[in-house]
């Protein structure tokens, strides 16, 4: 019998499979987002779907009033899950700082507020801190926190009752909005287990989790590979500890993931990934439709005969950084942006840390380096070949095709970028045999 879903019968498991897909989607549920059936879903299934979470993952799962929050546990920053505004912009640090500062507003707020006042508790509060500022006569400081105000307004923290913040970011004199506020979704968004004041850098906010006993390590080491499984699109065993490489090659590790999820595990010799063909597991799909999944995939393939080309020059090789190496350089940009001037910090965060950063050895040999010039003269034969698929706008600027293309495959760990070029990941030759067919655009581009 499986360790997850014990109390679930044949029959509800597909319906609590895609609860605990939907809860690892969406950390946050309201009671319309991301959608007004979710928070149904979860509160059928919550007590199984706390113990399996907490177990399985090191998990919590809270559910108060019209709300359910999943807390996570982090073992390393990803850059790959940034929050977006309504047109799918990335949050910039100006938008993330108005966010979190709108947040501590509503938590000392009553149940309405306007969205001038909102604005101006903001700005008072900004003003206090280096280098940010929200200044309503600027547009794009406007523009900036209304992106943030619709962030909220999303997951239903912030609902409107009369008027329309797009009219205020046109113009601040003419324009007013007013909102009800939820405090039991600004509750669960941001319910911090540490003064900000006392973090030293973001690495104070992943997970060190500490054994006590070789059960309580293989435990920990467990929930480690199950969170990399379902976090990560893809876990090489280089990149993590060999405790947690050993629960990925498991045989009980693919049968528990598939009982708590429904998908299925797929291994290699160089790592595993989950195979999600129809459930919508993860909020950006490889491969998928659109010009630049198209080009992404198309390029891996141009990627994977170069590489594999008998006949042709031989392909560089590179040893890459690893992924400790890579978190490293992640934390340091991340925490430029931390104020200091408002630490206070205890005597054990303020101690230098004790040597160098440890860098696992990797085994696996160098990788195979391709230049950014072939990616676009790639990309450039992908739309000669298939000119009726993509639009004007894209044979008009190719290297912005490339560009987007390329962080695409890095998103999804196929590539690895570093100057000049990228590191071709082991993935890319899952796509090594794919082949596409054109199907013309009703509005394809004259050419000639």
Sequence with gaps: ????????????????????????????????????????????????????????????????????????????????????????????????????????????????????????AVAADAGRIAGLELDPDRGADRR?????????????????????????????????????????????????????????????????????????????????????????????????????????????????????????LERRAEGVLLVDTVSGFSAERFPSTGSVAQVAVLLAVEMADRITDPDGRRVKRMDGPSIAERQVALTQLIDVGLPTASQVLLDEELREPDGDVPVPDSDDGRLPFVTDSFLLDATRRILTRHAGSFGAQWHGDPERLCAEAKALLERFGCVLAVPGGVLVLPLTGRYRNTTAASKARRSAPRLF
């Design 1 to 120: 019998m499986s360790r997850f879903a014990r109390d679930i019968t044949e029959a509800e498991l597909g319906d609590y499979q895609r609860a605990v897909r939907l809860v690892l989607r969406h950390p946050l549920i309201t009671a319309r987002w991301p959608d007004d059936k979710a928070l149904r879903r979860v509160r059928r299934f919550s007590a199984q779907l706390r113990q399996d979470l907490a177990d399985a993952f090191g998990y919590r799962l809270e559910l108060h009033g019209a709300t359910a929050r999943l807390v996570r546990q982090k073992d390393q920053v990803d850059a790959a899950q940034p929050a977006r505004t309504r047109t799918a912009k990335e949050f910039d640090r100006q938008r993330y700082a108005y966010l979190m500062l709108c947040l501590a507003v509503l938590g000392r707020a009553g149940g309405q507020i306007t969205l001038s006042e909102l604005a101006e």
């Design 144 to 264: 900036a926190f209304v992106d943030a105000v619709a962030w909220l307004e999303e997951r239903g923290a912030l609902t409107v009752a009369d008027g329309s913040a797009q009219s205020w970011a046109s113009d601040p004199r003419a324009g007013e909005a007013l909102y009800d506020v939820a405090r039991d979704v600004v509750l669960a968004l941001y319910r911090p287990t540490k003064m900000v004041q006392a973090v030293a850098g973001i690495a104070d906010l992943l997970d060190r989790s500490a054994a006590t006993s070789g059960n309580e390590e293989r435990r920990i080491m467990a929930q480690s590979a199950r969170r990399a499984a379902v976090e990560r699109p893809v876990v090489y065993f280089a990149d993590v500890d060999e405790a947690v490489g050993n629960h990925l090659r498991g045989t009980a590790f693919a049968e528990d993931i598939q009982r708590l999820t429904g998908l299925r």
